[in-house]
């Protein structure tokens, strides 16, 4: 390890004439050296942390760490607008930092969340220097996999980012009194409010959000989201092609988008494309994520192994990462890392959902069964009153996994349970779920959560998948995508699938009516009774995506 100068700070001005300001962070040493930037929104002294080693660890690894506000945030001039100056500011910024004083000429860029899409605008212009990028968590498309899943309205997790911004964005113009309602706001998000998902603190203090941006755009094909899409005219990501180092979380909630950036790019690219997955929440990167420890092997490699990516594709040294495989995913249950050269193709099983009609009322009368079964009907009803709670999982804060069985014996979510298992399966890709329901509302939702059933009767969610459903004819399967997962469940263990009508506050609260996802009043909001039909010709069904290792 190198000794590290201490932090100096620097200023570039983009091609607009709007200066942005960085943190440097150097060895103290009169070689020259490769450049890693993060492009960030929280303030450069942050530099992500709470994820990554600080940059002075990186600086003393051999690199020049620039950690840099972007438009309008930190002490960096200009408005901030989400993701609306990333590309021009990105190229311009890359093409900064090659140019600082000690720089080899070679730039690689690392972060995750909002840090992580700033390396993916920033690699569309291909500015020569740019000849690596490691996004960690980050949303492909921002409609499927960031503000919306399943056309419905994540709206725990965007209204607490949209909070945390307009708070910063009120200590940047030193407005106190909003500062401290925003601030309180963060720390007991506001939703409770006569039109549900829109608070009056917000359409009050930040009538700029691009919070309300995201609630009135509802449907995929609205301009606003086909402007930000990476298959754009404008943002195409076929311009992308160099070696990406793609980093996610099986609890993160933006996880498709890193999946599809990576099955995307690994499908045509040039350059190695390395995908590592671990049994983490958004934040942090750690062993224990909700209620399970999942031992010394969760945590986190990233630092390391960035370095040891970087050392490869920055300084040309022969590290054997070639030679590697390019996957390396977390086994929950086993808690061990699985390496693989790809992603494998679906072999799915498939159970069937059966009951006797009291599926709502007791837990042990639903079953999933390996063979289809005679036709039978199980009544949920959805009381907006007193909605089926959001517990961990991708989607909830905190995120990650619990025990539920309090949720699974409500009236108001349905179970149905496998036979012991009799020997181990293993559990690799996106478990998918088909329901044939119909609803007496104009609308309704779905939530899916697969879990397992310990011996002495806990239950430990796996993964789940949410939709929102307009009003279906009888004998229409409702298709639901759950969150890719890889899971060891041990002999003896069981599966459960339960279904309900909400999973609030993590996604809107659908009313009932025909108002699209996030919108409405709870003034307006509908008792909804759905109908699940299981055997028959078009039963209700999970597959299970089935690996050997």
């Known amino acids: 390890m190198l000794k590290v100068k201490p932090k100096e700070t620097t200023s570039m001005y983009t091609r607009d004439g709007i200066r942005l300001d960085a943190d440097i962070y150097r060895p103290d040493s009169s070689s020259n050296f490769p450049i890693l930037l993060m492009r960030q929104p929280y303030g450069r002294e942050i530099a992500s942390t709470i994820v990554y080693a600080h940059p002075i660890w990186y600086a003393s690894q051999g690199y020049i760490v620039a950690i840099q506000d972007v438009r309008g945030r930190g002490t960096s001039q200009g408005e901030f607008k989400l993701f609306a100056h990333e590309i021009e500011d990105g190229e311009d910024t890359v093409n900064w930092a090659v140019n600082l004083p000690g720089s080899s000429g070679n730039v690689g860029m690392y972060g995750f969340s909002y840090q992580g899409m700033t390396q993916i605008y920033a690699a569309l212009s291909k500015p020569p220097a740019l000849k690596t990028i490691c996004p960690a968590m980050i949303g492909y498309d921002l409609y499927e996999d960031w503000a919306y899943e399943g056309g419905a309205f994540c709206f725990q997790t965007n209204l607490a980012w949209a909070i945390q911004l307009a708070t910063e964005t009120a200590r940047l113009r030193g407005d106190e ?138 300084k040309n040294i022969d590290t054997g990462l070639l030679n590697q495989p390019s996957i390396s995913l977390f086994e929950m249950g086993v808690n061990i890392w699985q390496t693989l050269s790809n992603i494998p193709e679906k072999n799915y099983q498939c159970l069937y959902l059966s009951s006797t009609g009291l599926s709502s009322i007791q837990e042990n009368d639903g079953k999933l069964k390996t063979e289809n079964s005679q036709s039978s009907t199980d009544i949920l009803v959805h009381d907006p ?46 478990v998918e779920v088909e329901i044939n329901c119909i609803a007496d509302k104009p609308s309704f939702d779905l939530c899916t959560v697969l879990s397992e059933v310990y011996l002495d009767g806990r239950i430990y969610n796996l993964t789940q998948g949410y939709i929102h459903c307009s009003s279906t004819k009888a004998d229409v399967l409702i298709k639901i995508k759950l969150q890719f997962t890889c899971a060891k469940i041990i002999k003896g263990h069981s599966l459960r699938l339960s279904i309900s009508a909400a999973c609030f506050p993590a996604y809107a609260m659908n009313t009932g009516t025909k108002l699209p996802s996030g919108q409405g009043k709870w003034i307006d909001a509908q008792i909804t009774t759905l109908t699940v039909n299981n055997g028959g010709n078009k039963p209700s069904r999970i597959f299970l995506p089935v690996h050997i290792f």
């Open 177 to 314: 009194k909003v500062y401290q309602a925003l601030f309180a706001a963060s720390r007991n998000l506001p939703i409770c409010n006569s039109e549900i998902h829109n608070p009056e603190i917000l359409k009050n203090l930040a009538p700029d959000s691009f919070y309300h941006q995201w609630l009135s755009n509802s449907q995929s094909n609205d301009e606003y989201w086909q402007n930000l899409l990476f298959n754009s005219s404008k943002t195409n990501f076929q311009n992308i092609d160099l070696p990406i180092f793609h980093i996610g979380g099986w609890f993160d909630t933006y996880l498709r988008g890193t999946l599809k950036l990576y099955k995307n790019i690994a499908a045509r690219s040039q350059y190695r494309q390395q995908l590592l997955v671990g049994p983490w929440a958004h934040i942090p990167w750690g062993r224990k994520v909700g209620d399970i420890d999942f031992g010394q092997e969760a945590i986190s490699p990233v630092d390391k192994m960035q370095i040891h990516w970087f050392d490869h594709f920055l």
């Open 385 to 430: 009153w007193r909605p089926v709670p959001s517990l961990g999982g991708h989607a909830g804060i905190p995120a990650g996994v619990f025990e539920r069985s309090h949720i699974d014996c409500r009236s108001d979510v349905l179970t149905y349970t496998s036979d012991p298992l009799e020997s181990d399966i293993h559990l690799l890709g996106n």
